[in-house]
């Protein structure tokens, strides 16, 4: 069986075009443009794995929707990708992960900075998941 | 001198000579404790003024810090998708459906276009903020505007499936600026009214005279925006939650933020009133030159 990625933005043309690599790569998509969605389609199923934005503008962010993933016992295990748009989006996370929770405490994965290489993230995906 | 003055033993001499001196040092202390008050004064004034200004550098620096962080995310976040949509397509994703192809090329024309329309309007706002008062103004009739604004409107109102309603006086007055700007003032509020008017709706400009200024208002049925988002149309990269399904379309500047800046700097007004679902109407107007009307 094909593995799934919810793929989570608020800009549709980077949730489509994600969607058509992945699908080309045999796995499944499902899509998310905001956080209160991706936390809805999480509890609905439960995908392999998240690619998560963290700067949605509306109904949750990607900090929010990660931990709130991480606070439930049966979706805690879900690998998240966190993608972000400036390299300080990632720092500022992992700062507020590790003021709110302690260092041990990381509840993404993996951050990816835009623009993504196609090769660098099936290589993440890969790595977490296995090929599809 | 007065040492002379006094004989050896005329103690009340000597008295007297030394109560002079005493009264001159007394004078002289309270002025010096006066000086030492002022310098008091003016050194906790100093400071007070120095942390004010220091608090303010602070404030515009972390502002300053935000804006170039917002750009930086209103420009990466869709070059980032247009360098998707370039991969996808160099890569073959797409091979064999060149519909498909070219819609995607088309979404990233409109997403470069868009960015560079976001250029256009920082580096219009960085010389609105950086040089109001060179800013090139003249005296010209405001009804000039209008004459090149109705068609490239009603053109886009066309293309929008909506309606335009001009009602414009004949009798528009001078106005002292920069008619280029406040052009552009009118056309985005006009240009806002059609893009979130819903099918078939109707938009209803009017522009009159009206104590002493040019007012315009455009009054549109279409969607509206939310009560708590209102006080934060002006500000920098501000869209509203329900305009947001409309970001593939043309046109995301910096929009109001820009015609607030353009409006103040001409001493102008605007007012912004909208009812969810219900419509909003947009006030704008600037005062009637000063000088006589030609």
Redesign the interface.
Known sequence: MSKEVLIVD?????VE??E??LQ?NGYETRTANNGEEALKKVKEKAPDIILLDI?M??KGDGIWVSEKIRSEEDLKEIPIIMIT??N?DAEMAKFHFEQESGMEYMPVNVFME?????EELLEEIDKLIGAS | METESCKIKDFKCHKKRIQGWHNKFESSISSLIETLKDLKDSSIEAKKECSEHYARTVELTKAKTRFTFEVSHELKAPLASVYNIINVILDGYLDGDIKKQKEFLDRARVRIKNITKLLDDLLMLSHLEERTKELEKEEFNIGEVFSSLIEEMNEYAEKSNVKINWNLSENCPHIYGNSELIRRVFANIIHNAIKYSNPRGLVEVTGKKENGSFLLRVKDRGIGIKKKELPKIFNIFFRGENARPNQKKEGMGLGLSLVKRIVDAHEGYINIKSQLHKGTTAEVSFPESQKKEK
């Not at chain 1, 608020?10 to 980077?14: L, T, V």
């Not at chain 1, 835009?114 to 196609?118: A, F, N, S, V």
């Open positions: 608020d800009d549709p043309d980077f075009t994600t058509i690599v080309g700067m503008k509306t748009a400036v300080q835009k623009p993504i290489e196609i």
